[in-house]
């Protein structure tokens, strides 16, 4: 069961970050507060937006992470699991996070956006790619007591975000 819960939890963290390990240097975004809609402030660095991108399509893509962050920090799926289109892709990890809860919870391995590029916007649909940084988490199996240590890692994934019915949702990921 420890290698199970170990592969679980690798899973999860692998398929929320995407495959793809990038060296991203840089500050954490600020995820709240952001003043203008033209830019993503990262600490003392801004990261330009296209003027089109819509405040929602922002919104979304911050209130994706900090679900999945909740997910991982509680075991509680319901925000993660309303957090994006339920064909989306990017809820594949709420498997991985009810089968770890089941005997294990994790300290750490908080997501943290670090830049959302534009890869193309339209009327009713946004392509972004998504760039995250994760920091070590600490896995504690409560039957066993083993401690497993998984380091932090830094990935992207690209996000389609549509429009219906003036209201926008993530739609499909690379995840």
């Known amino acids: 069961m420890k290698a199970f819960t170990l592969l679980a939890l690798t899973g999860i963290f692998f398929l929320s970050g ?9 500050a954490k975004l600020v995820t709240q507060g952001a003043k203008q809609l033209d830019q993503l402030y990262v600490g003392d660095a801004s990261y330009e937006l296209s003027q089109q991108l819509p405040a929602e399509a922002i919104t979304l893509v911050v209130e ?8 991982l920090d509680t075991g509680d799926l319901h925000r993660f699991q ?4 339920d064909s989306c892709t990017c809820l594949k990890p709420a498997k991985g996070i009810e089968e770890l809860y089941r005997d294990a919870v994790v300290v750490g391995g908080r997501y943290e956006i ?9 009327e009713d649909r946004i392509n972004l790619q998504l760039f ?4 070590t988490a600490l896995q504690l ?5 083993v401690e497993l240590k998984i380091p932090g890692i830094a990935s992207n994934a690209t996000l389609e ?14 995840l």
């Open 82 to 85: 309303k957090s994006a289109k």
């Open 18 to 26: 995407c495959a793809e390990r990038l060296n991203i240097e840089g």
């Open 132 to 135: 995250l940084e994760r920091s």
């Open 64 to 71: 994706y992470v900090d679900a999945l962050n909740f997910a």
């Open 141 to 145: 199996n409560l039957k066993s007591g």
């Open 114 to 122: 670090t830049q959302l590029k534009p890869i193309s916007i339209s």
């Open 161 to 174: 975000i549509k429009q219906s019915a003036n209201k926008w949702q993530i739609a499909s990921s690379s």
